[in-house]
């Protein structure tokens, strides 16, 4: 028998396959038995109600999508009430994911839903920060600090930042939330992107831009995922285009502990599934006994010390 | 904090790759696509229901999200499950280049229902092109309840209307408007209605798609007091109420709210429904 656990700076998850924020929901429970899963990751929430942004929300592009969902939210309440009550049936540890438009609003939602029955809390810090001119708190490192400090003592319980790709600054942003007291790394969301019909010469997308996600997404995502993991000492948690096994392993090569799938479940709703399945195989056709063996075995040699914090395309 | 370990329910929506028995063309417009299903999932199957399909990657359409199709028909005793849909644009050219062997992975079934209530026993769907592919499934279960129905089709021609045959096998009665001889208008089809209203009676509509038509009916349905029902698209990535891309806005008492179409609907009550 393989072993899949792994441990997230403290928090043990039965394997280290689990869905991205909002790619996810009590839904799936329909489709299977979401105990099979390492961990449950909520949708993004904020403490008041929000609408979100106008349709169409979606689009298609060359094998992967973009998505201008936003954050509707029912607020705090309607998720302490409902949401957290549901996923306590199940022995997998809840993640929740929060988000804020300045960071003592974020503070504070991060101390409220800092409940029993709550496991980790996953900062959305790629969101926009209103404060400082909308540019999302994770773009620069500074921001990054402050708002990370703020959220750090705001809870006790483990703390998983969410980075986003739209930073030319990704193993200083990484750092600086590991200087804050982030417990973890997820790396990464949604890259900003845009489509348009040629035909009508609209945006495809109701807010005109939105997040690529998909397998496009992937080389971006496993590139960061490989600097957070050379840049800081705490876990890293890749997320973006993972599909397959083999996408699945790739990052776990490159230094993420454990890794989330996001819009791969849309294509096939038990995509996780799968995966865990096929890692087991992967790992027993390897003559591995865990899957800890495998993490951060990326063959990079002498090069690594140039190459790693490099922004610049070579 | 101590869990209880939920037993894990059967399905209700499943995942599966099902077989092609047929992909026909049944007008130059329409297409009627029959999979091969098993029982557990065909039982499960209600009229107003959809099942997300993942359209093939063939013949150089390369669709990449899945795409929402009604349940046209089901046949436990045959084991069928049967789709009709328009070729618009790459996910459903693919889907029509499926032939028979060919497998296909679809996602349901998904969404609420239509819903009869014990009290309505005279209905009247109307509905217009693909959207008869929606309202079919209705005949069949008016016809297990022992309801009257009068199905009221609109097309653009007479040689495009479709689902006819199907209504009057149900032993539905058939109305048909079409655009070439005019009878199709908003005019003639309101008086169509209140002839039936002033006549036998309408406990109830049923409806999907069209502007017009929602519109008609909301006016209908408030002055002569008869509840309704729609059945509503949007686009769609999960199909599963996961991502929240496919929402419309709806009248409720508290205001207007946001519902998502895959997850809250695709039927929804007429009332509720707003023109767009
Ligand atoms: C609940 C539901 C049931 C449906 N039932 C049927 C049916 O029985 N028969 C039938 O022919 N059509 C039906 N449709 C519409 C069908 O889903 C679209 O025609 C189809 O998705 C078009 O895909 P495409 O790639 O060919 O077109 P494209 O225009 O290339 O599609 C681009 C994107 O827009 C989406 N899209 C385009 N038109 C629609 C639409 N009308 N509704 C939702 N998404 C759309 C596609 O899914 C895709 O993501 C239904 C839609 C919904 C929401
Ligand atoms: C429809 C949709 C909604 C998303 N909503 C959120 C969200 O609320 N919060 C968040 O942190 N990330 C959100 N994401 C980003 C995903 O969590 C993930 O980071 C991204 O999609 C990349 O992974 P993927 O390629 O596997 O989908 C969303 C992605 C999609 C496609
Ligand atoms: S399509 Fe994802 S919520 Fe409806």
Redesign the pocket.
């Known amino acids: 028998m393989v072993r899949l656990d792994v441990d997230i700076a403290g928090l043990r998850l039965k394997n280290p396959i689990m869905p ?4 996810f929901s009590e839904d799936l429970a329909d489709v299977f038995d979401l105990d099979l899963l390492g961990a449950h990751v909520t ?2 929430i904020t403490r008041g109600f929000r609408g979100g942004n106008p349709t169409p929300r ?1 689009c298609e592009v060359g094998g992967s ?1 973009l ?1 201008s ?1 936003g ?1 509707p939210s029912k607020g705090v309440g309607y998720f302490l009430e409902n949401v957290v009550p549901f996923y306590q049936a199940y022995e997998t540890p809840l993640v929740v ?1 929060i988000s804020g438009n300045t960071a003592d609003e974020f503070a504070q939602l991060c101390a409220e839903v800092s409940v029993p029955g709550v496991d980790a809390i996953e900062v ?1 810090i ?1 969101c926009p920060n209103i404060e400082e001119d909308g540019k999302a708190f994770a773009i620069r490192p500074s921001s990054t600090f402050e708002v990370m400090t703020k959220l750090r003592r705001a809870t006790a319980l483990p703390l998983w930042a ?1 980075l986003t790709p739209n930073t030319g600054e990704t193993s200083e942003v990484a750092r600086a939330a590991e200087e804050a007291g982030a417990d973890a790394l997820v790396v ?3 890259i900003l992107s845009m489509a348009i019909d040629i035909r009508t010469r609209k945006p495809k997308l109701g807010n005109l831009m939105g ?1 690529l ?2 397998p496009s ?1 992937k080389p971006i995502a496993l590139r960061m995922a490989y600097q957070c993991a050379r840049a800081t000492k705490i876990p890293v948690i890749g ?4 599909s397959t096994v083999e996408d699945a392993v790739e990052f776990l090569i490159a230094g993420a502990s454990a890794v ?5 479940t849309f294509i096939n709703p038990t995509a996780m599934v799968t995966i865990i399945d096929d890692l087991s195989h992967y790992l027993e056709a390897e003559g591995l006994s865990s899957v800890r063996e495998i993490i951060g075995t990326v063959e990079d040699g002498e090069q690594r010390e140039g190459v790693v914090f490099m922004e610049a395309a070579p | 904090m101590s869990h209880i370990h939920q037993i894990a329910p059967a399905p209700k929506t499943y995942e599966l790759e099902l077989d092609v028995l047929s992909n026909e063309p049944v007008n130059r417009e329409y297409r009627l696509l029959v999979l091969r299903a098993p029982p557990e999932l065909l039982e499960k199957c209600r009229a107003g229901q959809f099942f997300h399909l993942l359209c093939p990657q063939m013949g150089g359409q390369a669709p990449y999200l899945r795409r929402p199709m009604s349940i046209y028909g089901v046949y436990p005793e045959h084991g069928e499950l049967h789709f009709l849909y328009k070729v618009t644009g790459e996910g459903t050219r693919a889907l029509a280049m499926l032939r028979a062997g060919h497998g296909l992975n679809v996602l349901g079934p998904l969404g609420e229902p239509f819903s009869i209530e014990p009290e309505w026993d005279r209905l009247v769907l109307a509905a217009r092109g693909v959207g008869l592919a929606t309202l079919a499934p209705l005949a069949l279960e008016a016809r297990r309840l022992g309801k009257q129905l009068t199905a009221i089709c609109s097309a653009r021609s007479e040689d495009v209307l479709m689902s006819v045959d199907l209504f009057r096998n149900m032993g539905a009665d058939v109305i048909t408007l079409t655009d070439e001889d005019g009878s199709s208008s908003v005019e003639n089809l309101e008086a169509v209605l209140i002839a039936l209203i002033d006549g036998p009676g309408i406990d109830a509509f049923y409806t999907c798609g069209s502007n017009r038509l929602l519109k008609l009916l909301q006016k209908l349905g408030t002055r002569h007091g008869i509840p309704g029902q729609i059945a509503l698209e949007q686009q769609m ?1 999960c199909g599963l109420g996961m ?1 929240h ?1 496919c929402v419309r806005p709806f009248q409720k008492e508290e205001g207007i709210v946001n519902l998502r179409v895959c997850r809250e609907g695709p039927v929804f009550d007429i009332q509720e429904a707003m023109a767009w």
Do not use: E, F
Request: charged share 5%; net charge positive.
């Open positions: 991205a924020s909002g790619t949708k993004t979606v999508m998505n969902i954050i994911s959305n790629s969410k990464a969301n949604t997040g996600s998909g997404l997320c973006g285009g993972i989330q799938v996001g819009t791969a | 990535a991502c891309c």
